[in-house]
């Protein structure tokens, strides 16, 4: 009987992982090839090639993005975009989604942006008790007059799923910094601390 035990799961340990990134690859292309229902029902390919081939949405949802990316790079994109935003400035409702949104996007996907660049050990959810989190700013305007001390604001994750988490602020002072990534670090979280991050390199440590 343990054989058998072991050997079941040795066979979960082998699968178990193929299976569930065959599924998000298979979620994420079936997503992305939504955008070609914004194509012509003349040039959808599944019409021009007589069989269904997932993937061609993902190449069109890219070649999307470049396209925008090139133009918002230039003089004139950026005064569309600016121009864009100052449109739904103007709506009521929107502009405060649109707004919110639009600030965390900037802060989070821009080189400029400070989010999510600092690993951090915390005392959460009680004192003794530690998890990892991520430093995203610091308390600004009539939060940080409340505030005595030097705080930080700090994403606590939740595991396996760290798109869901919690927003808390915390002394500074009682924040550990990690030397390991953010990636590093969500692999840790999202393994529920089963892939341990590797120790960093003498040189890092050196300096």
């Not at 994420?28 to 599944?46: F, S």
């Not at 996007?105 to 821009?110: A, E, I, K, P």
Request: with cysteine; glycine share 8%.
């Amino acid at each position: 009987m343990n054989a058998v035990r072991r050997w079941l799961l040795t066979g979960l340990l082998v699968i178990v992982p193929g299976v569930i990134t065959v599924w998000v690859l298979h979620w994420i292309v079936g997503t992305l090839d939504q955008t070609l229902l914004i194509l012509p029902e003349a040039w959808q390919p599944q019409r021009l090639l007589g069989v269904h081939i997932p993937g061609f949405g993902v190449l069109l949802t890219l070649a999307i993005l470049l396209t925008i990316g090139a133009v918002a790079s230039n003089i004139v994109g950026r005064k569309l975009v600016a121009w864009g935003d100052a449109l739904i400035g103007r709506i009521p409702v929107v502009r405060s989604i649109y707004s919110s949104v639009k600030q965390v996007s900037d802060t989070v996907f821009s080189d400029s942006g400070n989010a999510f660049r600092t690993a951090v050990l915390v005392q959460w959810p009680r004192e003794g008790v530690w998890t990892v989190g991520f430093v995203t700013g610091a308390p600004a305007m009539e939060v940080a007059r409340y505030l005595r001390d030097e705080y930080v604001s700090v994403y606590v994750p939740t595991t396996p799923n760290p798109t869901g988490g919690y927003f808390v602020l915390v002394r500074k002072s009682e924040c550990v910094e990690l030397e390991m990534s953010v990636d590093a670090a969500l692999k840790y979280i999202v393994s529920m601390g089963v892939v341990a991050p590797a120790a960093p390199a003498r040189d890092d440590l050196e300096r």
